[in-house]
């Protein structure tokens, strides 16, 4: 069974700029979940898709969007990249439905913004 | 005060000790509690799923849950080398506005060295 795809590995964007993330979730998943991960906030939750609706998000600023399409896969947009936004940018995977919460995570995209 | 806090170690034993990682917290309305274990540019990995009080096993790992004070613990019997790691603690409510959104603790770093 695969697992959960993130796409890319890396990047390397400049201030200003605005980057798109993938993510492909376990087949079968239909809750993709968001989190940004640094040093000094360790994992923060940005948002939750299911089934192409947004159904929570965190406490970070509109330049953050997301939307999730009919198969599951999920995007991430930043827009107007700031040098704070430079972190490892993390997917969960999980069913979202029932009481079970289990989330399976990707490898996550490391962006960095110069 | 951090919903969730987790001692950031770092935390250095020899092989074959028990290790003992916790966390504290703050939110009684948290079920669900997961351990998850990161190596250094890796996305997490999820070790262990519980969502009421009391031990789970699952191999050379058990985690334990004590609702009443809020506490959690994971400990690694017979640790190994390859258990070098992070190992951050999550948790979340159930459904409604909590969709999909973990809350981590800031993760314990831990070395085991032959």
């Known amino acids: 069974k695969a697992g959960v795809t993130q796409t890319p590995r890396y990047l390397i964007k400049t201030r200003g700029q605005q980057v798109t993330l993938s993510c492909s979730p376990i087949s079968g998943h239909r809750s993709v979940s968001w989190y940004q991960q640094t040093p000094g906030q360790g994992l923060q939750f940005l948002f939750e898709?299911?089934?192409?609706?947004?159904?929570n998000k965190g406490n970070f600023p509109g330049r953050f969007s997301g939307r999730q399409f009919s198969n599951s896969r999920s995007e991430m947009n930043v827009s107007t990249l700031e040098l704070g936004d430079s972190a490892l940018y993390l997917c969960?995977?999980?069913?979202?439905?029932?009481?079970?919460?289990?989330?399976?995570f990707g490898q996550g995209t490391r962006l960095t913004v110069v | 005060q951090k919903e969730v806090e987790q001692d950031p170690g770092p935390l250095s034993v020899p092989e074959g000790a028990i290790v003992s990682l916790n966390c504290t917290y703050s939110?009684?309305?948290?079920?669900?509690f997961m351990w998850y274990r990161q190596y250094s540019r890796k996305g997490p990995e999820l070790l262990m799923y519980?969502?009421?009080?009391g031990n789970k096993e699952d191999g050379r790992f058990t985690a334990q849950v004590d609702k009443s004070s809020k506490y959690i613990s994971l400990f690694i019997r017979d640790s190994q080398p390859s258990d070098s790691a992070t190992y951050l603690c999550?948790?979340?409510?159930?459904?409604?506005?909590?969709?999909?959104?973990?809350?981590f603790g800031q993760g314990t770093i831990l070395t085991v060295h032959p």
């Open positions: 999550a948790m979340s409510t159930a459904g409604g506005t909590s969709y999909g959104k973990l809350t």
């Open positions: 519980t969502y009421s009080s």
């Open positions: 969960a995977s999980s069913l979202g439905t029932g009481g079970l919460t289990e989330a399976f």
């Open positions: 898709y299911f089934s192409e609706t947004q159904r």
């Open positions: 939110n009684s309305a948290f079920q669900y």
